[in-house]
């Protein structure tokens, strides 16, 4: 009886409880629903809610790492600028809060970045990582980065390519293999995203392409008379197109290849890709294929019209000073005789314009390769480089100069300048390649 009477009291609360919470249901607010869906989720261990709370160890590393990633990309940039960066301090403080910046895009990378940009991105990747936001930190810091080793490459090849004709010159000096080595290391520095390591090189490269120039301007001075018949040849040779306008200079004018004499180019190019020739030919086999070497204004005008824009506008090509030559090259980028040619062609003065690299902004061809010139890569054209070991500037002399007695009528002498490291460039007639003030096409 007692069991009988226990059940249906036990069955009238659980009747009671019901009806209770039915009547909450039914009076909560239609939000309360969704709310309640997140509580479930959230007791049921939703990790896609935790994991966008910042918080917890692996966030504080996280932060810690940009942190470093954001150091090692100042001190590259203070390498590669010669100067330390206006704000010295690190502002990537993890007590900042800057809630302007979390959304805000990262500066774009622009076409020929220089090492002058640097620091605005630099501080620009700082105030990411202090926003808070790993995940856009990331993004911007991976393109600081970038950006770092793309200056350091820029400045190494451009140092080498010009002292690559300088250097044949000066041959055995002890800055001409640091050149090739800190070239080599800039390289593979950025292979591995070694920011600090690629800009310590690049300077290196700087500072021995400067040493070389130095080296050849005293020899032009002190040499022996082998050694100033040399620098006067080289002079003699890069001034042989001065007066004439591109794609109109005689074949006589010209030298042809030796291993190709249907071939013409200015002769100090057809010399050194003779040379270059030798040692490709030791390593496979034949001579280069060349397809295409001095085009006169004529070949560069029917070029032009079968190529379109992937040839040099008529009038402005490399071809049409003698200093370009196309290669027979079937398998482009992937073939062995570009990483060949790419790894010893600067050895001769030769190289492949960095625009025209697989990475480059282009036109892409691999074919196609340069003697004496220099890269521009914001404009995605080359120039030649002005040639000429000028005798190094008499410095003044020691001796304390005589007071000057006052004149109103004459004006004070200016004091005379200091010898700079770099060369000054051998004046040249308007139309050679050495004098035009916009940069030749390939």
């Given at each position: 009886?007692?069991?009988?009477?226990?059940?249906?009291?036990?069955?009238?609360?659980?009747?009671?409880?019901?009806?209770?919470?039915?009547?909450?249901?039914?009076?909560?607010?239609?939000?309360?629903?969704?709310?309640?869906?997140?509580?479930?989720?959230?007791?049921?261990?939703?990790?896609?809610?935790?994991?966008?709370?910042?918080?917890?160890?692996?966030?504080?590393?996280?932060?810690?790492?940009?942190?470093?990633?954001?150091?090692?990309?100042?001190?590259?940039?203070?390498?590669?600028?010669?100067?330390?960066?206006?704000?010295?301090?690190?502002?990537?403080?993890?007590?900042?809060?800057?809630?302007?910046?979390?959304?805000?895009?990262?500066?774009?990378?622009?076409?020929?970045?220089?090492?002058?940009?640097?620091?605005?991105?630099?501080?620009?990747?700082?105030?990411?990582?202090?926003?808070?936001?790993?995940?856009?930190?990331?993004?911007?810091?991976?393109?600081?980065?970038?950006?770092?080793?793309?200056?350091?490459?820029?400045?190494?090849?451009?140092?080498?390519?010009?002292?690559?004709?300088?250097?044949?010159?000066?041959?055995?000096?002890?800055?001409?293999?640091?050149?090739?080595?800190?070239?080599?290391?800039?390289?593979?520095?950025?292979?591995?995203?070694?920011?600090?390591?690629?800009?310590?090189?690049?300077?290196?490269?700087r500072d021995a392409a400067?040493?070389?120039?130095?080296?050849?301007?005293?020899?032009?001075?002190?040499?022996?008379?082998?050694?100033?018949?040399?620098?006067?040849?080289?002079?003699?040779?890069?001034?042989?197109?001065?007066?004439?306008?591109?794609?109109?200079?005689?074949?006589?004018?010209?030298?042809?290849?030796?291993f190709a004499p249907s071939?013409?180019?200015?002769?100090?190019?057809?010399?050194?890709?003779?040379?270059?020739?030798?040692?490709?030919?030791?390593?496979?086999?034949?001579?280069?294929?060349?397809?295409?070497?001095?085009?006169?204004?004529?070949?560069?005008?029917?070029?032009?019209?079968?190529?379109?824009?992937?040839?040099?506008?008529?009038?402005?090509?490399?071809?049409?000073?003698?200093?370009?030559?196309?290669?027979?090259?079937?398998?482009?980028?992937?073939?062995?005789?570009?990483?060949?040619?790419?790894?010893?062609?600067?050895?001769?003065?030769?190289?492949?314009?960095?625009?025209?690299?697989?990475?480059?902004?282009?036109?892409?061809?691999?074919?196609?390769?340069?003697?004496?010139?220099?890269?521009?890569?914001?404009?995605?054209?080359?120039?030649?480089?002005?040639?000429?070991?000028?005798?190094?500037?008499?410095?003044?002399?020691?001796?304390?100069?005589?007071?000057?007695?006052?004149?109103?009528?004459?004006?004070?002498?200016?004091?005379?300048?200091?010898?700079?490291?770099?060369?000054?460039?051998?004046?040249?007639?308007?139309?050679?390649?050495?004098?035009?003030?916009?940069?030749?096409?390939?």
């Amino acid at each position: 009886m007692r069991l009988r009477e226990g059940r249906r009291l036990w069955e009238s609360v659980v009747i009671l409880a019901s009806m209770v919470f039915l009547t909450a249901v039914l009076a909560a607010p239609p939000g309360d629903a969704s709310h309640a869906v997140d509580a479930a989720q959230a007791a049921s261990g939703g990790e896609a809610l935790a994991a966008r709370q910042p918080t917890g160890p692996a966030y504080t590393q996280a932060l810690t790492q940009l942190d470093d990633r954001v150091a090692a990309v100042e001190a590259a940039t203070v390498t590669l600028v010669g100067h330390p960066l206006v704000d010295t301090t690190k502002a990537a403080s993890r007590t900042m809060s800057r809630a302007d910046l979390v959304d805000a895009a990262p500066v774009p990378v622009t076409v020929g970045l220089t090492a002058e940009q640097l620091p605005d991105r630099v501080l620009g990747a700082r105030e990411q990582v202090a926003s808070g936001d790993v995940a856009e930190a990331t993004r911007v810091v991976e393109g600081v980065e970038t950006d770092v080793l793309l200056v350091a490459l820029d400045l190494g090849d451009q140092s080498a390519q010009n002292a690559a004709m300088t250097r044949l010159l000066v041959a055995a000096d002890p800055q001409v293999a640091l050149l090739d080595s800190a070239v080599a290391a800039t390289h593979a520095a950025a292979e591995v995203r070694d920011v600090v390591a690629a800009a310590t090189s690049a300077v290196q490269a700087r500072d021995a392409a400067a040493g070389i120039t130095v080296v050849a301007q005293q020899i032009a001075v002190t040499g022996d008379e082998d050694a100033k018949a040399a620098v006067a040849k080289v002079e003699e040779q890069a001034r042989s197109t001065d007066g004439y306008t591109n794609g109109n200079i005689p074949l006589k004018v010209l030298c042809a290849v030796a291993f190709a004499p249907s071939q013409h180019l200015r002769c100090d190019a057809a010399e050194a890709l003779a040379r270059l020739n030798a040692a490709y030919r030791l390593d496979f086999g034949h001579d280069l294929r060349i397809t295409g070497s001095y085009r006169t204004l004529e070949e560069q005008i029917s070029t032009r019209a079968a190529k379109g824009t992937m040839a040099a506008v008529p009038g402005t090509s490399n071809h049409g000073w003698g200093l370009a030559v196309d290669l027979d090259q079937a398998s482009g980028y992937r073939s062995a005789q570009y990483a060949w040619l790419k790894a010893n062609a600067m050895t001769y003065g030769w190289h492949h314009p960095t625009y025209m690299d697989e990475g480059g902004r282009g036109p892409h061809e691999p074919w196609h390769w340069e003697f004496g010139t220099s890269d521009d890569a914001g404009t995605g054209t080359s120039v030649p480089i002005t040639v000429g070991v000028p005798a190094p500037t008499t410095p003044p002399a020691t001796a304390p100069a005589p007071p000057v007695v006052e004149q109103p009528s004459v004006a004070p002498v200016a004091p005379a300048a200091t010898p700079s490291a770099t060369p000054t460039p051998t004046p040249a007639p308007s139309s050679s390649p050495t004098a035009s003030a916009a940069p030749s096409a390939p």
